[in-house]
């Protein structure tokens, strides 16, 4: 078993990061406005979605770069074999230690199995716009079946202080918003959520994969 390139995996992720805040910003200030119990343009419609993008990048980069060596360094401590079933463990694994999120637990394992798959049918390791596309299907699967959660954040992120949704209960949220909205308020934003996420999955990874193999390809040939 190899040691991978961990300064490689700390650097592609600090750009994928930066790569995918500065072009995804608006689009999750949208998201989030949508999803105010306020209302769209109360909560400030189309104005100044793309304030704090610059703090937003210059956090991004750390952030996705202390995930990626983590989550490569954790896949490769705990290495399988590719056929084991143990496989989607395993990337689960490395997400939780990564970012310690359900989404991270949906897109991860799936990102990695439908790498798998292509590589499979097409007899070699997938090219960097192939991540990409992987990336852009298992974060809008994983967008999706976690917008109920998404909602309830944005609630509480939002709620008056002293108020029970202020308190911080995920459970207390989605019950709240189930009881006054119904199935349409839990999923809230959820086509921009999903359009976002898909598109941001597929620059995050696919501007992963590619800044990684080139930084390896560039360590080989130094002397």
């Known amino acids: 078993m190899d040691r991978p390139g961990f300064t490689a995996s700390l650097v592609a992720g600090g750009v994928a990061g930066v790569s995918v805040d500065l072009i995804l910003f608006p689009l999750d200030t949208i998201k989030t406005r949508l999803q105010s119990p306020q209302g769209f343009n109360k909560a400030g419609g189309f104005h100044g979605i793309y304030a704090g993008v610059p703090s937003a990048a210059i956090g991004s980069f750390p952030n ?13 401590f705990l290495h399988t074999d590719s056929s084991s079933h143990l496989m989607p463990v395993k990337h689960m694994l490395a997400a ?5 999120i359900p989404f991270s637990l949906v897109q991860f394992p799936l990102w990695e199995s439908l790498k798998a798959l292509w590589s499979w049918r097409q007899d070699h390791v997938v090219e960097s716009w192939q991540s990409a596309v ?3 299907f298992a974060g809008g699967f994983a967008a999706v079946v976690t917008t109920p959660l ?7 992120m939002l709620a008056k202080a002293g108020s029970s949704t202020a308190g911080g209960n995920v459970l207390s949220a989605l019950h709240g918003v189930w009881r006054t909205q119904g199935l349409p308020g ?6 921009p959520r ?6 941001g999955g597929f620059i995050f990874l696919g501007a992963y ?3 990684h193999s080139m930084l390896l390809e560039l360590g080989r040939e130094s002397p």
């Open 64 to 76: 996705a770069a202390a995930f990626f060596i983590t989550y490569d360094y954790v896949k490769w």
């Open 96 to 100: 939780s230690a990564g970012e310690v």
């Open 134 to 136: 992987c990336g852009a």
């Open 150 to 156: 998404d909602v309830a954040k944005t609630r509480i």
């Open 186 to 191: 839990l999923f809230a934003g959820v086509f």
């Open 194 to 199: 999903m359009a976002a996420i898909s598109l």
């Open 209 to 211: 994969d590619q800044t």
